[in-house]
């Protein structure tokens, strides 16, 4: 019985582990998404006040330059990259980085 109570604590604890890599795969592509969709975000306002973005491929978040409610980020297209500062219910601030 010994043997039994032994084995099963094996697989208990093989279980866990195999859960806890298939949570962290899953971890991982969720916020591979999520930067696809900020990315896309982030680009249609950019876009609807003028600027050309051709397929944006990251927008990653400024935090020194990000205070609440006012979120900066560095948006990267095909051959251009913008700072961007979102501001609630205000045209976004757009600045050209060469």
């Known amino acids: 019985m ?3 109570r032994a084995l099963l604590q094996i697989s208990s604890i093989g279980a866990g582990v195999f859960m ?6 899953t971890v991982a592509s969720a916020t591979a998404k999520d930067q ?5 975000v982030v680009a249609d306002q950019v876009r609807s006040q003028g600027f050309p ?3 944006p491929s990251s927008a990653k978040r ?3 330059e990000s ?7 560095l948006l990267e ?3 251009t990259t913008y700072r961007v500062l979102l501001i609630p ?5 757009v600045a050209r980085v060469d």
């Open 2 to 4: 010994g043997c039994n």
């Open 53 to 55: 973005c051709k397929n």
């Open 62 to 64: 400024i935090a020194a």
């Open 89 to 93: 219910d205000q045209a976004a601030e």
């Open 77 to 79: 297209c095909e051959g």
């Open 36 to 40: 696809d969709t900020v990315a896309t």
């Open 20 to 25: 806890s890599i298939c949570l962290a795969g």
């Open 67 to 73: 205070v609440p409610n006012q979120t900066a980020y």
